[in-house]
């Protein structure tokens, strides 16, 4: 298994590779410019700002400069320019007698261009833990629904459970949460004003924005734990416990569910990662600052450095989480060996 | 002696009460806002940096220029200076500033705003050379600001600086005493006083920017002397600015009346939920609930429909075929569209129908009142008339054998809808059909800039509230704004004259000359609609309205 894991990290770093150079070259094909805006700027403050950003370089040249800012550590002396473009995830202090003010400084994401003030470091250090809080609260709300409901339906099967259950479901995963959010908002924030209508930091002002994020989840979380439980429940082996006397519902929880839940936990993997590096409607609906927003506006205003830092992100996490699917297959199904 | 004992009573229950009252008399007054700030986090709060109607206006709160605009009138009044004076050949402006006005910065820590002293222990004041090292930073190449082009016209050997020709210290800017400052520019324009209270050579801190750099203008680093004072930056979320208690007050610029003010980004339809749950004080409602508005007898009440200095309009390159041609043509165009139909049934948001380019409020732009029968109106007899002597100019035999024509916009907020209103006006009135051409926004204005289609969709806003900056700085023949290639000699020759006039009047009657040049005589653009500012505030706001796109907060208060 570890070594299973290990191998798996590894191949991570290729296909990383390999994405930020897809996505490097794709971007910089993309006709428009980061600086391209209603009002034209002179081309004389065009130049200066391509000068700035290093825009003047091949693309190749560029990629190489933006791959070693992240992943070549540095060693400074002295006092550092306090800009946004010197912005490090990582930065330790050495000892004095490694020279002056010597500090190892790693994984530099850039500036975005849309902000003097800000890099890209800055947004994932703001936005992405309140990214990361709405969508992990937002899966919890997705199972503790979804799960139940679809245990219900399995066991209830054709009957009006069932049917309501599944009726729940279908709403969930037809009605988008363009239109639940709103909706959710006026309802609840506007007309009861039992909730804040927008914001981020108070445990009221998750609740809405959670629950319209993770109702539409646990429609399919549902749906799945439906099909699957109702599959495995006609398994030769669940008779055998039966038979052996156990309670209904300990044949259900110990021996059923655990078994159903792979096709469950498949789709867990994609879904957590979407929704904890953020969800761009229900965060602009809700006003949260989260990190949705710089995916589509990154590429809208061909902020590449931007585009590059939430693609990375989000490949990451993708990554890590089917890594932790895969983890878990081996848990719930003890016949899954990854030798 | 009971009697006595009563009054006792009484006296303690009525110093309570007054307490009561006293401290409830002094909750603190917050102001939450959402006006102009849906476009999300602001880009940069750096005076020389900032580029947006969003920054400016909580850049106003915290800088006041040397001069600055009445916000109800648009007229330049004094700011941080006194009085000021042109010399002789009208070249050398002298600004006499109000002396010690200190820097200001918030300090979290005892929840107060405090001066800023220098490493001597001494309080900073607001100088002369504040505003020298604001022109220099901001004309610095390195600065890398992209509003720097607009004062760079306006100071000796600006434009050579930002082209990297000269350096920073050859700029005609100098502090003849801590309190005087001294601008030369190249061209005696008596509208410079305008430019010269622009927030990008609002002074800066230099002591601030050179240590904290870039991200001077965060919370825990950005002092300022303004009404209000920067407390808080909660990225993509919320600005708070705090009563500076330092600022002295003028005439012109009052010491502010509420505590706080609190700039919120959402987005329309957050800001209206808000609003309607009596978080937010004052907002921009969504064009989609404006009917909806309007006829709610409380909401109606609260809305607000004033101006914003800009003009949309379809621009017409005057090198592609067909509508280059023709000036008929170009004139029937312009007379089709029923610009009062597009504002009343497409926009709804209380614009006027624009007769020309320069939006009316501007100095020296003509307005209805001044000229009520200059431009273009909607007149289909005159568009018939004009479309027989286009076919003729052609030499086609009807609107039908007229070669295809393209109108392309960028495809985003809304912008279809007017296309395609007009498309059928044109088709409806003259028989002419327009293709469509709708286009990614964010190469949109790219591809203007290399090669303008034949009709283009476009809008232009102030970047100094003249006249010059719409009918200059866009249609004079060189320049680089000048997509449609609109070239006409006495346009040029009339608004040469009308930048160096001094007289408002005079200037005016110039503009008007030109825009009859450029929008009946030659069509260089078909003017749609001049754009308003759609506000909604609630009954317990006192308040002004600005005309010219930046509020200003220290005249708001909370009267409840």
């Known amino acids: 298994m570890a070594a299973f894991v290990i191998r798996r990290i590894l191949w991570m770093f290729l296909v990383l590779l390999a994405l930020s150079i897809i996505v490097f070259t794709l971007m910089h094909a993309v006709p428009g410019g980061p600086f391209d805006q209603e009002k034209p700027l002179p081309e004389k403050t065009k130049e200066i700002l391509a000068e700035k950003y290093n825009l003047n370089a091949s693309v190749p040249e560029q990629y190489l400069s933006y791959m070693s800012d992240i992943l070549v550590p540095r060693i400074t002396y002295g006092k550092q320019p306090p800009s946004a473009a010197f912005d490090y995830l990582v930065t330790i202090p050495l000892p004095a007698m490694f020279g002056d003010q010597a500090t190892i400084r790693w994984v530099n994401f850039g500036p975005t261009y849309k902000s003097r003030s800000r890099s890209v470091n800055d947004i994932f250090r703001d936005n992405l833990p309140i990214s990361f809080q709405l969508g992990a609260f937002a899966v919890a709300i997705a199972l503790a629904i979804g799960i139940p409901l679809g245990i219900i339906s399995a066991l209830k099967r054709n009957t009006v459970y069932d049917y309501m259950g599944m009726g729940v479901a279908v709403l969930g995963v037809s009605v988008p949460v363009i239109i639940t959010a709103p909706v959710l908002q006026y309802i609840f924030a506007v007309q009861f004003k039992v909730v804040p209508v927008s914001g981020w930091g108070a445990p009221n002002q998750m609740i809405l924005p959670a629950f319209a994020l993770g109702f539409a989840s646990s429609a399919l979380i549902a749906r799945l734990t439906r099909a699957s439980l109702l599959q495995v429940l006609f398994e030769d082996y669940i008779r055998t416990a039966r038979a052996k006397g156990l309670a209904e519902r300990r044949v259900v929880i110990m021996h059923a569910l655990k078994n159903s839940m792979i096709p469950v936990v498949t789709v867990l993997g994609p879904l957590f990662a979407a929704l904890v590096t953020g969800t761009f409607v229900v965060e602009t609906i809700f006003g949260i600052p989260g990190l949705g927003k710089f995916f589509v506006t990154s590429v809208t205003g061909r902020d590449y450095p931007v585009i590059m830092g939430t693609l990375l992100l989000y490949a990451f996490i993708l990554i890590l989480a089917n890594l932790m699917v895969d983890v878990m297959y081996a848990w719930l199904d003890p016949r899954i060996r990854f030798d | ?560």
């Open chain 2, 1 to 560: 002696m009971n009697k006595g004992k009563y009054l006792g009573l009484v006296m303690v229950l009525a110093m309570t009460l007054t307490l009561i009252v006293g401290v409830s008399a002094q909750e603190m007054k917050v102001i939450h806002t959402g006006v102009g700030m849906v476009g999300g986090d602001p880009e940069s709060i750096d005076p020389n940096l900032n580029e947006a109607s969003q920054g400016n206006n909580i850049i106003r709160t915290m800088y006041i220029g040397l001069t600055t605009q009445d916000e109800e009138t648009g007229d330049v009044v004094p700011g941080l200076a006194t009085d000021w004076s042109q010399s002789e050949d009208g070249l050398t402006w002298t600004f006499n500033m109000i002396h010690d006005i200190p820097w200001a910065k918030y300090n979290a820590d005892t929840d107060t705003v405090e001066q800023v002293m220098d490493e001597a222990g001494n309080p900073r004041y607001v100088t002369a050379n504040d505003v020298v090292y604001s022109w220099k930073r901001v004309l610095d190449p390195a600065t890398a600001s992209t509003y720097a082009y607009v004062p760079a016209e306006f100071v000796v050997n600006g434009t050579a600086v930002m082209a990297g020709e000269a350096s920073v210290d050859d700029l005609a800017v100098k502090a003849v005493d801590d309190y005087t400052f001294e601008i030369t520019a190249p061209e005696a324009v008596g509208f410079a006083t305008n430019i010269y209270g622009l927030w990008m050579v609002n002074p800066v801190p230099q002591w601030a920017i050179e240590e904290c750099g870039d991200s001077w203008t965060e919370a825990d680093c950005m002092p300022s002397y303004g009404p209000f004072v920067l407390k808080d930056w909660s990225h993509d979320e919320s600005i708070t600015v705090v009563k500076n208690p330092f600022w002295p007050g003028t005439d012109y610029v009052p010491q502010a009346q509420a505590d706080e003010v609190v700039f919120h980004f959402l987005d329309p339809q957050t800001q209206f939920a808000e609003y309607q749950a009596d978080t937010l004080d004052a907002i921009n409602p969504p064009i989609e609930e404006l009917d909806r508005i309007k006829s709610d007898a409380v909401l109606s009440q609260e809305l607000s429909i004033g101006t914003n200095p800009c003009t949309y309009y379809i621009g017409i390159n005057a090198e592609k075929p067909v509508v280059g041609e023709s000036v008929h043509l170009r004139r029937a165009l312009s007379y089709a569209v029923d610009r009062q139909s597009i504002v009343d049934n497409v926009t709804k948001g209380g614009q006027i129908p624009a007769q020309w380019f320069s939006r009316p409020g501007l100095n020296a732009a003509p307005t209805l009142e001044t000229n009520p029968d200059l431009g273009a109106k909607f007149d289909v007899a005159k568009a018939q008339e004009e479309l027989t002597l286009a076919l003729d100019e052609l030499g086609v035999a009807s609107a039908a054998d007229i070669p295809t024509i393209t109108l392309a916009y960028n495809d985003s907020s809304g912008h279809a809808a007017i296309m395609q209103a007009i498309q059928q006006m044109w088709s409806t009135e003259l028989g002419i059909t327009v293709q469509l051409d709708p286009r990614d926004p964010s190469t949109y204005f790219s591809s203007l800039s290399e090669d303008a289609p034949q009709l283009y969709r476009s809008g232009w806003c102030q970047d100094y509230p003249d006249a010059d900056n719409f009918l200059r700085g866009v249609f004079r023949s060189d320049s680089q704004q000048n997509d449609p290639n609109f070239v006409n000699a006495d346009f040029d020759a009339l608004v040469d004259e009308a930048r160096l006039a001094t007289d408002t009047e005079e200037r005016r009657a110039l503009y008007a000359q030109a825009e009859e040049i450029l929008s009946v005589d030659q069509v260089g653009m078909i003017p749609i609609y001049w754009y308003t500012a759609v506000q909604m505030t609630k009954p317990y706001i006192e308040r002004t309205y600005s005309v010219v796109n930046r509020e200003a907060y220290e005249n708001w208060n909370i009267t409840q």
